[in-house]
């Protein structure tokens, strides 16, 4: 069935409107438009290159619609919003029930003038992967193949926030409601501060302050993630019995790649073929850093360590390889450097950063590599006291993952701190996601009830305390499950 291309939400467009098309998206069930709207790359000047920003509604499936929309920024920097559009129908549906979502592809990623860089070489070989985190002259060659046709300073969030702003007043809705995921939320809170009288609500999931400078503190909320996870194995009787003294095995395990990188027989988590590769230190400690980005890999996080305390390398080289292919090589990666070599790493004082990340099992490995990227990639300009709290009295719930290795409850504190409207919600053994823990349907009905209502008074969480882990994993699983 072809949808039609205008509903009551949208109203009259304007002559500078969006282009849609009829379209159907995989998983997601009612009313969808899909569309493009033009914007100029320099918001400043207003002259020269036009870029193509690409849209989605999902039209409110209810009788009754609400004319404020939720609006959905994604996190990364450099992931696509648009392609998050089934996860959301699913997870949203009782939102919308009143309301349209409004997915935008954020200038740099998805369907709006991506910036993609091809960093690992040659793709088909697994050790590719399992190299720098940024390699150099990959680096070098990307931006040497972006600037053909963009401006690599241009891509930061104040312009990719403006864009929003724009096609949210083509679109002719009067006031919208924000949803932030992880960079998605500083997205969310930039907005809130450049365009404060366009916001009804905010959601922000996994809060990240607009002074973070990322990754400065990636070290020490990594180890303080991994502590709070061996430490719940630590008082399971079952996790306990089958991986006693877990955090004096897993700085064992660690210390042997130190004085030697191991080759480690795996099977491919794509093509399931044998595979010899070579897993550093530096590799092995990032990927026990992704496996605490959700709760279901986190729960495996003992029995992995415990097979390499024992030389089984093998289960946490899959999970590496799993890690750069699936999330490191995912997305946008040039629109993640030219926000961070931005916003974030130039921020970072000599020395401050190794300081932070002395002590952890993660090191200042991630920093150095970041640091040696940024040098390479031009780095756009920001609005004065840019980096300074978002002050807003507009409702917004904030909502944390216990033993997030990268967002923190402290982040999320930091940031309700200057919202006087807010509340700040901490998922028990959530981690940057939530993937794996049972009683999560809470979350879903806390957002309908809190986007519905306008306001975070009276809004009853009890249920979050109610969220629990299922049980550890007592031995690891195939990445092919």
Request: proline share 8%; aromatic share 6%.
């Amino acid at each position: 069935m072809l949808w039609p291309l205008a509903a009551p939400a949208i109203g009259t467009l304007p002559r500078n409107g969006p282009v849609w098309t009829p379209c159907q998206l995989p998983g997601v069930e009612g009313e969808v438009r899909c569309g493009t709207f033009t914007v100029y790359e320099n918001r400043a000047t207003r002259r020269g290159r036009k870029i193509d920003l690409k849209i989605v509604v999902l039209a409110a499936r209810g009788p009754e619609r609400a004319a404020d929309p939720i609006v959905f920024f994604n996190g990364g920097p450099g992931e696509s919003a648009t392609e998050a559009a089934s996860g959301l129908a699913s997870d949203l549906a009782g939102i919308r029930r009143r309301r349209d979502i409004l997915l935008i592809d954020q200038r740099g990623t998805g369907g709006s003038h991506p910036l993609r860089c091809d960093l690992f070489r040659p793709a088909d070989n697994p050790q590719s992967y399992l190299s720098d985190f940024f390699p150099p002259q990959a680096v070098k060659d990307c931006r040497r193949e972006l600037e053909r046709d963009a401006d690599l300073t241009l891509y930061t969030t104040p312009m990719a926030v403006d864009d929003f702003e724009e096609v949210r007043a083509a679109l002719g809705y009067e006031r919208v409601n924000l949803l932030g995921g992880s960079y998605g939320t500083r997205a969310a809170l930039v907005y809130m501060k450049r365009h404060p009288r366009q916001v009804r609500t905010a959601i922000l999931v996994g809060a990240v302050p607009t002074n973070a400078r990322m990754p400065l503190a990636f070290a020490r909320s990594a180890q303080r993630a991994l502590d709070g996870v061996l430490g719940e194995c630590a008082t399971n009787p079952a996790c306990r019995a089958a991986f006693p003294n877990m955090r004096s095995a897993a700085g064992a395990a660690l210390a042997q790649l130190s004085d030697s990188p191991a080759r480690v027989e795996i099977r491919d988590p794509e093509s399931g073929a044998a595979t010899t590769v070579t897993l550093s230190r530096d590799l092995a400690a990032e990927a026990i850093r992704y496996m605490m980005y959700e709760p279901a890999s986190a729960g495996q996080i003992p029995a992995v360590l415990h097979q390499a305390s024992r030389g089984n390398w093998s289960p946490l080289a899959e999970r590496a390889l799993f890690s750069r292919r699936g999330i490191v090589a995912s997305g946008a990666n040039g629109t993640y450097l030219s926000v961070t070599c931005a916003e974030d790493v130039p921020w970072i004082a000599p020395g401050e950063g190794e300081r932070a990340a002395a002590g952890t099992f993660l090191g200042d490995y991630r920093l150095r590599q970041q640091r040696s990227a940024c040098a390479l990639w031009p780095r756009g300009k920001l609005p004065a006291r840019y980096t300074r709290p978002v002050r807003s009295a507009v409702p917004v719930l904030i909502v944390s993952g216990a033993w997030d290795p990268v967002t923190p409850p402290s982040d999320g504190s930091e940031v309700a701190r200057h919202l006087s409207h807010s509340l700040h919600v901490i998922v028990p053994h959530g981690g940057h996601g939530f993937d794996g823990l049972e009683g999560t349907d809470c979350l879903d009905r806390l957002f309908t009830e809190f986007v519905d209502r306008g306001t975070t008074r009276g809004l009853d969480t009890t249920c979050v305390g109610r969220i629990r882990r299922p049980p550890f994993a007592l031995a690891p699983s195939s990445m092919k499950d």
